[in-house]
């Protein structure tokens, strides 16, 4: 098979797409290299429909191969095994401006698979994974409405940057991923730090643009060596049955559609397709019974939006549903905040702990960790229905990184606030926009956990119903079947102040830039309302974390020192944690976070670390404990694995002729530095604050003494007794008048 090259140039650097040369046993399959980075991204469908698939199965993965950067997986097997958060995101990535662009009616599966051969750390591979995706498609034989681009656009001092490097955008406003067709935007997914609604349009209409290119290169790709297409599925219509069901459900149909409570409505509906399929069932196919009461149940619902401007129980299209906000629900947890929406209703948790507890990430990209995160469930209870419990699904995944992005902007950072912060939303009721009240039960629950955000934030998901005609209507707050039946789901989260987050998907051919405009424009109106009603719960973070929350102190030391601290093998800081019972991190750049619920604890350990790197200088005091005897001196530690000597004439005042006669091994005495050698060896005395004890002499000249009778009886032996010289180191008399004072306190 011959290898084809296709080229251009996106932001100064080349994109190639190469086809012909590696697995050449895919229907389709093409290598794309950015930059360094390179990816492979095969596809391959059934010639046969299985039974009783009636929907497009179309599944793609995304295999991260930790080889691709030079790095080998951690663990005891060191192979890589369950796709991690990265790569489930990336799929989705790849998904979502896709499968709206494949028929309806196409039943063969399609897989898509991409494999990351090599990753340059600077240009992401999931975006090339979209391109490759369309570029398989655009060749093969499956009807295709494509091809599609993908790009990425940071905003860097102020000015719009095309797919800037990854480590450029630690600096950028926002991060925003744009998937579009000739005409049409597909997919935006969006990180900001607060940023306008007028910049995020800016950036979706650069992307747009920028985009052109990489559909023309696959354009070319697909005049060389793409494909004749299959012809494209017809839907099967019995007209004879559709018109049955509209005598049957289109009174009662529109009675149900106005039911406010969701639960009510569902049973209602339930009730008219058994009762339909009862009459009809003889005559027809169960199965395509079902399928005509749907399509009716969704032409219903579009057609009142579009032709009378209401919606499910009477809402009109901006208008929001009952919000209800608590915080502090939980007893015993950091933080908890519940919001409600109509009958949606989410649960988050706030969870605090050290630095250590941060999540470890192996995977191609520039972060090793983080400190943050937000995890998502959504249990069948949620929706009333039975469902295996089990480890959570790309939806999971996928939804609970939306929220964690949205919040990540107004969360503290490391400095400000020496914590790892852990949010777990439960989905409690589930009717549309789970996501979102994710975003807003989770500022709640940062908030009542006393975690110090800068602002409160909101999330809010806005739909389209499209009309044959090119009339169209936006709606703000969908429910669960407007979701269903609708034709976009733009969700948007932020503050008062600008965007963090974005993610649109659309089950359409794309949407129009007046469309993303208007949305934009509506979605903040709606979160402001949402972040009104959640001040009245909560406006600001509470002064202090919870009681049972860990407390967390940070110092900051000569890095020179850290080894002091640590110890051989880890032997010192070990001990220090047995014996405060505190957890305690320490980073390269010298920083210490200590962590106890015990202040007092807390206090101990920091005095044990201070003590440890704490500089000895001459004139310093200090009460050490006596570890030692030797022949000439006793050592004394003034710290924690520092000791010094004082010499045996540095113990008293007086002589001392032996050292066990003036301490003992566990006697805690009081010394002086006075010097410390050129090898750092560090001299004491206790000599020196005894004298320092000593009166000073009378100025007053001498009182005159009595002349002693002779015949006077002395009043003790020492009476006769010759005057003794004065206490010199070096010498004197034997004479020990007794043990002195222990000296003074020391000074701190």
């Known amino acids: 098979m011959a290898v084809h090259t296709f080229r251009t140039t996106i932001s100064g650097r080349d994109l190639v ?64 095994g369950r796709p991690s958060e990265a790569a489930i995101l990336a799929c989705r990535l790849t998904d979502r401006p896709i499968r709206p662009l494949l028929p309806k009616n196409w039943f063969n599966e399609i897989q898509i698979i991409t494999t990351v051969l090599s990753a340059d750390q600077e240009n992401p591979p999931d975006i090339l994974s979209v391109i490759g995706a369309s570029a398989c498609l655009t060749m093969s034989e499956i009807p295709f409405d494509g091809p599609v681009g993908a790009v990425k656009i940071g905003c860097i001092n102020g000015e719009l940057v095309l797919n800037p490097k990854m480590a450029d955008l630690e600096n ?33 209409q650069v992307a747009h643009e920028a985009c052109q290119p990489i559909i023309q290169l696959q354009e070319e790709l697909r ?6 297409k299959l012809p494209v599925p017809e839907a099967r219509v019995n007209p004879e049955l559709t018109e049955a069901i509209s005598c049957l459900v289109d009174e009662p149909l529109e009675a149900i559609l106005r039911i406010n409570d969701k639960m009510e409505r569902e049973a209602r509906i339930e009730e008219l397709i058994d009762e339909v399929t009862l009459k009809l069932g003889e005559n027809y196919p169960e199965k395509d019974v079902l399928a005509a009461i749907n399509a009716k149940i969704r032409d219903e619902v579009r057609s009142a939006i579009l032709e009378k401007g ?94 964690e992005r949205a919040l990540l902007p107004v969360v503290p950072g490391e400095d400000e606030f020496p914590y790892t912060i852990r949010l777990v939303s439960e989905v409690l009721s589930s ?25 409160a934030v909101a999330g809010i998901a806005i739909g389209l119903i499209t009309g044959d005609d090119g009339c169209y209507a936006i709606l703000s707050d969908i429910e669960g079947i407007e979701d269903f039946e609708g034709d976009m789901d733009f969700k948007i989260a932020g503050t008062r102040d600008g965007i963090t987050a974005i993610q649109m998907d659309t089950k359409l051919k794309g949407i129009t830039m007046e469309i993303v405009e208007k949305a934009l424009c509506q979605g903040r109106e709606g979160r402001l309302f949402i972040l009104d009603k959640m001040d009245q719960a909560i406006k600001q973070s509470r002064p202090d974390v919870s009681r049972y929350a860990p407390r967390m ?32 991190d320490i980073e390269d750049d010298g920083t210490i976070i200590v962590g106890s619920q015990d202040v007092e604890a807390i206090r101990k350990a920091v005095a044990i670390i201070e003590g440890l790197t704490r500089d000895v200088e001459v004139g310093d005091i200090y009460t050490g404990k006596v570890t030692r005897i030797l022949d000439f001196g006793a050592m004394v530690e003034i710290l924690p694995g520092k000791e010094g000597l004082v010499h045996i004439s540095e113990l008293a005042s007086y002589r001392v002729n032996r050292v066990e006669d003036e301490v003992k091994v566990g006697d805690e005495i009081t010394v002086k530095v006075i010097s410390i050698d050129n090898l750092g060896r560090i001299n004491l005395s206790r000599r020196v604050l005894f004298e320092k004890e000593k009166p000073e002499p009378s100025r007053q000249p001498p009182r005159p003494q009595p002349a002693r009778d002779s015949r006077a009886k002395p009043s003790s032996p020492s009476a006769h007794r010759p005057p003794q010289p004065p206490y010199r180191p070096s010498g004197g008399s034997p004479h020990k008048p007794g043990r002195g004072p222990s000296g003074p306190a020391p000074r701190r």
Do not use: W
């Open 17 to 80: 797409i190469e086809t012909g040369k590696l697995a050449q046993q895919a229907d389709a399959s093409v290598t794309v290299r950015y930059g360094d980075t390179v990816v492979l991204v095969t596809m391959c469908y059934a010639r046969e429909v299985r039974e009783g698939v009636d929907f497009l199965p179309l599944t793609i993965d995304y295999e991260e191969r930790l080889y691709a950067a030079g790095k080998i997986p951690g663990g005891f097997i060191r192979r890589e």
């Open 431 to 455: 009717s549309g926009s789970t996501s979102m009240a994710s975003v807003c039960a989770g500022s709640l629950s940062l908030m009542d956990a006393g975690i110090p955000v800068k602002k």
């Open 223 to 228: 005049q060389v060596v793409g494909k004749p």
């Open 310 to 403: 209401q919606r499910l129980g009477g809402r009109g299209l901006t208008e929001i549903r009952p919000i209800s906000c608590e915080v502090g629900i939980l007893p015993r947890t950091h933080g908890s905040g519940l919001f409600t929406r109509g009958q949606t209703q989410v649960l988050t948790i706030a969870t605090l702990g050290s630095i250590r507890k941060e999540q470890l990430l192996d995977g191609l990209g520039l972060e090793e960790s983080k400190r943050f995160m937000h995890h998502y469930n959504f249990p069948g209870f949620s929706t009333g229905e039975v469902r295996r419990v089990g480890s959570p699904g790309r939806r999971e995944i996928g939804h609970g990184a939306l929220a």
């Open 172 to 204: 950028s406003l926002i991060d925003v991923v744009v998937a579009s067709t000739r005409d049409k935007v597909v997919m935006i997914e969006a990180g900001a730090r607060e940023a306008p609604e007028e910049l995020v349009l800016r950036a979706i």
């Open 553 to 584: 102190t940070k110092i900051k030391i000569d890095p020179s020192k850290i080894g002091s601290v640590i110890g051989t093998g880890g032997k010192t800081i070990r001990s220090i944690i047995e014996e405060t019972k505190t957890t305690i």
